[in-house]
């Protein structure tokens, strides 16, 4: 009994340890709302992918790292060395240094009680049956809302109870969240209706989400930056064989004509 308790007791440590036994992470493991659908042509645009690492840089890069990626590679979206070293490394990083946070991993767990997750597999890892993990960004991102009742003073409908506070707010502005009651089988519950604007952001709505879908598509690249690469790669592959098909049928063709 002590050794099923024992074995119990480390199971349940090692899951708050990596937030699995927290109501918050529970609850966040499926979509409170419907995914929005990401622009997907924001993929192929040069200039929206320079955009989002421009965003990513001056917005997320305080707090989370993308280390999968190296700055050199920031070349495959169309950027030079010169916009690279001149714009987007903000510290002492060197050109084929990885992408770190701009904090100590051991200050940012004390600042924050645990270290901001590195984001380079985000938009993977969000893939789920409601949608893309792009989409899950998307959404998330442009699913702020305020909640006095939160440590930051801000709740998200698609991450409920987020820890993370809205660090694009003065551009999105402040939106009060609506909820509705519902029943089902009996038993009452409130789900999102829409947002109320309370403070107008720097930015319009249609500007707001467009920004947001660069930071996205940046945040997909992150995650796959050989994907466009791979499905061109996979055309040719395709035509190559649909050409050798032909050629190999008539080969064929030609070596069994006189066999009875």
Known sequence: MNATKNIRTLIASAAMVLGLGAAPALQ????AVALDRFP?????DVAALQGGAKIYMNYCLGCHGISQVRYNKLRDIGLTEEQIKSNLILTQAKFGDPILSTIPLKDSKEWFGKTPPDLSLT???RSSGAGTGADWIYTYL??????PS?????????????GMPHVLWELQGQNRAEFKKVSSHGQGSEVFSRFVNEKPGSLNPAEYDNLVADLTAFLAWVADPVAQTRKQVGVWVLIFLAL???FA???NASFWRDVK
């Open 28 to 31: 966040a493991a499926g979509p």
């Open 40 to 44: 997907e042509g924001k993929l192929t």
């Open 123 to 125: 938009a993977r890892s």
């Open 142 to 147: 442009r699913g702020y809302y305020l909640d």
């Open 150 to 162: 939160r440590p930051t003073g801000w709740n998200n409908t698609v991450y409920p109870a987020v």
């Open 244 to 246: 050798f098909m032909v």
């Open 249 to 251: 049928w008539r080969l």
